[in-house]
């Protein structure tokens, strides 16, 4: 093995992730991958990868070392990040030497951080992705000690950044009909836009319960709905009535009642809204969700342009330089 | 029901699901199957998946490359081209043999689930293993198949509480439905037997899924010597199952 990071400390929520496993759904397999999709495509695009490269996931930092020189990038729920008791940057790349340690803490704000290396990390995949579904018995279980295989980086520039808005408060989300949306009553939907969702205690990789002041939300004939086709984003009432917003590791199938579902490109709000983070709900048409929709590939595209360098002083030249090969644009606005 | 009779019904931006029948029916399920399939088959520029639960069919595609109106009249034209209720089973399927532990402590629910049912013990396991059942469709957990349907005596309802966990392997009725569990879980349903049915391997390089949608199973009752027998010696790895092609 050429190189590798190794895991010094593994706290609990530490994982491998890319885009997971599309393509399995007939046979049960959920999608899994990333929690937040975003953040996978924010460390894409600071190292000049692909967005399916796999990255680490961390829900309470971790511990590293690496075993040659690497470039890596620190995206989502922002955290103190350290190299040998220097602080990096958050939303930023860098280039972590030989033998050198670096520490990242839980989040400050948000749930879920991200670790991405030049090169991506190169466990075996298994039906066809790296990303851990760790109860399906699926990825690999990191305990520390464990040395985690890259892949090769042909290079690139580091020390650059993004300027990413934030979204791991909560905060608005856009919902569309799903499946069961019209076995809800127009005044339990419209109640249901209208209340102030808090994000509760409970949550994984599964999904996130929230919490809210009021009635449930029932719908009709809810306890004889048969099975049908769950996807992540679904707000689902379970057998107590409280809701939860389904988030990748989410099952295939199922036959709680879903009042709609959340759009794509605003689940990476829920997933890093933080225990009592308001979130709200409003149901948006086709036209205006579509008008706003972004595939993670779009998103990569998007913030490759928006990359520059974590410094402007003469001797960051040479990064610029680089940047704009890799790019094939120049650097966007000026840092603020 | 008509051959163009289906419930078209969104699911989120990029999804659509083509409902057959709002619960549970053979020919819904069968629809369901082959619907799929023709799906896959098309080929659509921007269909992305496509999935079957129990009596629907799923389609996850790219919005901007086909739009909602575009597949809706799509699915709804194909809908409406033959009756789906009435088509065969996917090609290839394959029908499996399960040796299966009934009763005692491989299912020791057997009795509580035959009576439910109005059948004694031996009654009861002879309708499980009289005819083979078909995997309706697979979730839950990857490869776990959701068995149909049984005889109507079998509409039991699930129990109220929850069964803290039954392994990996389990046999459970309820619904007119029987599922081997892929993995050790909770579940409300009644736990009759025990298989070594091994549903999921993630390593495999042709067939990580033992069992497919539209596949039959047929359970063979053994007593637990010849099960754990059947399953070391199975040079298949999947717990004693064999498999036999259909026409």
Same mark, same amino acid.
């Given at each position: 093995?050429?190189?590798?990071?190794?895991?010094?400390?593994?706290?609990?929520?530490?994982?491998?992730?890319?885009?997971?496993?599309?393509?399995?759904?007939?046979?049960?397999?959920?999608?899994?991958?990333? @929690?937040?999709?975003?953040?996978?495509?924010?460390?894409?695009?600071?190292?000049?990868?692909?967005?399916?490269?796999?990255?680490?996931?961390?829900?309470?930092?971790?511990?590293?070392?690496?075993? /040659?020189?690497?470039?890596?990038?620190?995206?989502?729920?922002?955290?103190?990040?350290? $190299?040998?008791?220097? +602080?990096?940057?958050?939303?930023?790349?860098?280039?972590?030497?030989?033998?050198?340690?670096?520490? !990242?803490?839980?989040?400050?704000?948000?749930?879920?951080?991200?670790?991405?290396?030049?090169?991506?990390?190169?466990?075996?995949?298994?039906?066809?992705?790296?990303?851990?579904?760790?109860?399906?018995?699926?990825?690999?279980?990191?305990?520390?000690?464990?040395?985690?295989?890259?892949?090769?980086?042909?290079?690139?520039?580091?020390?650059?950044?993004?300027?990413?808005?934030?979204?791991?408060?909560?905060?608005?989300?856009?919902?569309?009909?799903?499946?069961?949306?019209?076995?809800?009553?127009?005044?339990?939907?419209?109640?249901?836009?209208?209340?102030?969702?808090? +994000? &509760?205690?409970?949550?994984?990789?599964?999904?996130?319960?929230?919490?809210?002041?009021?009635?449930?939300?029932?719908?009709?004939?809810?306890?004889?709905?048969?099975?049908?086709?769950? !996807?992540?984003?679904?707000?689902?009432?379970?057998?107590?009535?409280?809701?939860?917003?389904?988030?990748?590791?989410?099952?295939? *199938?199922?036959?709680?009642?879903?009042?709609?579902?959340?759009?794509?490109?605003?689940?990476?709000?829920?997933?890093?809204?933080?225990?009592?983070? =308001?979130?709200?709900?409003?149901?948006?048409?086709?036209?205006?969700?579509?008008?706003?929709?972004?595939?993670?590939?779009?998103?990569?595209?998007?913030?490759? +342009?928006?990359?520059?360098?974590?410094?402007?002083?003469?001797?960051?030249? =040479?990064?610029?330089?680089?940047?704009?090969?890799?790019?094939?644009?120049?650097?966007?606005?000026?840092?603020? | 029901? #008509?051959?163009?009779?289906?419930?078209?019904?969104? $699911?989120?931006?990029?999804?659509?699901?083509?409902?057959? /029948?709002?619960?549970?029916?053979?020919?819904?399920?069968?629809?369901?199957?082959?619907?799929? &399939?023709?799906?896959?088959?098309?080929?659509?520029?921007? $269909?992305?998946?496509?999935?079957?639960?129990?009596?629907?069919?799923? %389609?996850?595609?790219?919005?901007?490359?086909?739009?909602?109106? @575009?597949?809706?009249?799509?699915?709804?034209?194909?809908?409406?081209?033959?009756?789906?209720?009435?088509?065969?089973?996917?090609?290839?399927?394959?029908?499996?043999?399960?040796?299966?532990?009934?009763?005692?402590?491989?299912?020791?629910?057997?009795?509580?689930?035959?009576?439910?049912?109005?059948?004694?013990?031996?009654?009861?396991?002879?309708?499980?293993?009289?005819?083979?059942?078909?995997?309706?469709?697979?979730?839950?957990?990857?490869?776990?198949?959701?068995?149909?349907?049984?005889?109507?005596?079998?509409? *039991?309802?699930?129990?109220?509480?929850?069964?803290?966990?039954?392994?990996?392997?389990?046999?459970?009725? /309820?619904?007119?439905?029987? *599922?081997?569990? /892929?993995?050790?879980?909770?579940?409300?349903?009644?736990? %009759?037997?025990?298989?070594?049915?091994?549903?999921?391997?993630?390593?495999?390089?042709?067939?990580? #899924?033992?069992?497919?949608?539209?596949?039959? $199973?047929?359970?063979? =009752?053994?007593?637990?010597?010849?099960?754990?027998?059947?399953?070391?010696?199975?040079?298949?790895?999947? &717990?004693?199952?064999?498999?036999?092609?259909?026409?």
């Amino acid at each position: 093995m050429s190189r590798s990071l190794t895991v010094v400390t593994a706290p609990p929520g530490l994982t491998v992730q890319d885009l997971g496993r599309p393509g399995w759904l007939a046979q049960g397999v959920p999608q899994g991958g990333a @929690a937040d999709r975003l953040a996978l495509a924010e460390g894409a695009a600071l190292l000049g990868q692909e967005v399916g490269t796999a990255a680490l996931e961390m829900a309470a930092g971790g511990v590293f070392r690496a075993s /040659a020189d690497m470039r890596i990038a620190l995206t989502g729920a922002p955290a103190r990040a350290e $190299v040998d008791g220097r +602080r990096l940057a958050w939303n930023a790349s860098h280039l972590l030497h030989r033998d050198a340690q670096l520490a !990242v803490s839980a989040p400050a704000r948000g749930v879920w951080s991200y670790l991405h290396l030049g090169g991506g990390i190169a466990t075996p995949p298994q039906l066809g992705s790296r990303a851990a579904h760790l109860s399906l018995g699926l990825g690999l279980r990191i305990e520390a000690g464990a040395a985690l295989p890259l892949g090769d980086d042909p290079g690139g520039p580091t020390e650059m950044r993004l300027e990413i808005a934030d979204r791991c408060g909560g905060g608005p989300v856009r919902i569309l009909p799903g499946v069961h949306t019209a076995l809800f009553s127009e005044d339990d939907r419209a109640r249901f836009a209208a209340t102030g969702f808090r +994000r &509760g205690a409970r949550g994984n990789r599964q999904g996130i319960a929230l919490d809210h002041d009021g009635a449930l939300f029932a719908a009709q004939g809810q306890l004889d709905l048969v099975s049908e086709v769950v !996807v992540p984003g679904d707000v689902q009432m379970t057998g107590s009535g409280q809701p939860y917003v389904l988030l990748p590791e989410c099952q295939t *199938i199922g036959g709680y009642p879903r009042i709609g579902t959340v759009a794509p490109v605003d689940l990476p709000r829920v997933a890093q809204a933080p225990p009592g983070a =308001p979130l709200r709900f409003d149901f948006v048409t086709l036209e205006a969700a579509l008008a706003d929709h972004a595939t993670p590939d779009d998103w990569v595209r998007r913030l490759a +342009r928006a990359v520059q360098p974590l410094r402007r002083d003469p001797a960051d030249i =040479p990064d610029l330089l680089s940047y704009t090969l890799v790019s094939g644009v120049t650097a966007g606005d000026p840092p603020p | 029901m #008509i051959a163009s009779s289906v419930d078209i019904v969104p $699911v989120g931006l990029d999804g659509l699901a083509v409902r057959f /029948a709002d619960r549970l029916t053979d020919p819904a399920n069968r629809a369901a199957v082959a619907f799929r &399939g023709a799906v896959a088959a098309a080929g659509w520029d921007g $269909v992305r998946e496509v999935s079957s639960a129990l009596c629907s069919t799923y %389609v996850s595609f790219d919005p901007r490359v086909l739009d909602h109106a @575009a597949l809706t009249a799509r699915l709804t034209d194909l809908a409406a081209s033959r009756d789906w209720r009435a088509a065969a089973w996917p090609e290839g399927r394959r029908v499996w043999r399960v040796p299966a532990v009934f009763g005692g402590g491989s299912g020791p629910q057997l009795a509580e689930a035959a009576a439910a049912a109005g059948r004694t013990p031996e009654e009861a396991v002879a309708d499980l293993t009289a005819a083979p059942l078909r995997a309706l469709t697979l979730g839950f957990a990857p490869g776990q198949a959701y068995l149909g349907t049984l005889p109507k005596a079998w509409a *039991i309802p699930r129990q109220t509480g929850l069964t803290p966990t039954v392994p990996a392997g389990a046999l459970v009725v /309820a619904v007119r439905q029987a *599922i081997v569990f /892929a993995a050790a879980a909770p579940t409300g349903w009644r736990h %009759v037997g025990q298989t070594r049915l091994v549903c999921f391997r993630p390593d495999h390089p042709d067939r990580p #899924i033992t069992l497919a949608p539209g596949d039959a $199973v047929r359970f063979d =009752p053994v007593d637990a010597e010849t099960l754990e027998r059947r399953a070391e010696d199975d040079p298949e790895g999947l &717990g004693g199952a064999t498999w036999t092609p259909t026409e």
